[in-house]
């Protein structure tokens, strides 16, 4: 039982790391795209390193369950990321649609650490509860920002 609470911990973890690494290719690509909007492009920037950051903690949780992330995952995530060359938004509408994907995508984050929160409680592994508490409460917050400015360049129009 132990061990399977572990094993299941371990993949939740390495599900996690792969989605953080997409997360910094979108992340990375709507900075570029969001450039007439420097007030969102600042916050999705500060958001990139925040998952930087994540990406780092997930690493070290993996490490601590003597487990390493998925490198194939990763492998492939890296490769998309070099096909999908992003655009920069210059209409509103693009913008809206850049920031629509980053609000699906918090919300997707919001879920995986639900459930990884309960796998580290279930396996008894509270420094990684903690961790991925922590990781949680950022994506949440960065969902919020999002949600609260989605309609932002709408309103200002392009440039802004
Ligand atoms: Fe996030």
Redesign the pocket.
């Known amino acids: 039982m132990g061990n399977r609470r572990r094993r299941y911990l371990i993949r939740v973890l390495r599900e996690a790391y792969t989605m953080?690494t997409r997360?910094t290719a979108q992340?990375t690509a709507s900075v570029q795209q969001l450039h007439a909007w420097p007030v969102i492009r600042a916050r999705a920037a500060a958001?990139l390193s925040?998952?930087e950051d994540?990406r780092r903690l997930l690493a070290a949780s993996l490490a601590g369950l003597r487990a390493g992330p998925s490198l194939f995952a990763n492998f492939s995530v890296r490769l998309e990321s070099l096909i999908r060359r992003p655009r920069r938004a210059s209409s509103p509408a693009a913008a809206v649609a850049a920031l629509g994907d980053s609000y699906l995508?918090?919300q997707m984050?919001i879920a995986v650490y639900t459930v990884a929160i309960a796998a580290a409680q279930a396996a008894g592994e509270p420094a990684v509860q903690e961790t991925c508490e922590a990781i949680l409460a950022?994506?949440r917050r960065?969902?919020d920002w999002l949600l609260e400015h989605l309609a932002d360049p709408v309103r200002s129009g392009p440039g802004r």
């Open positions: 953080e997360s992340l958001h925040e998952t994540q995508f918090e984050e950022q994506e960065m969902a």
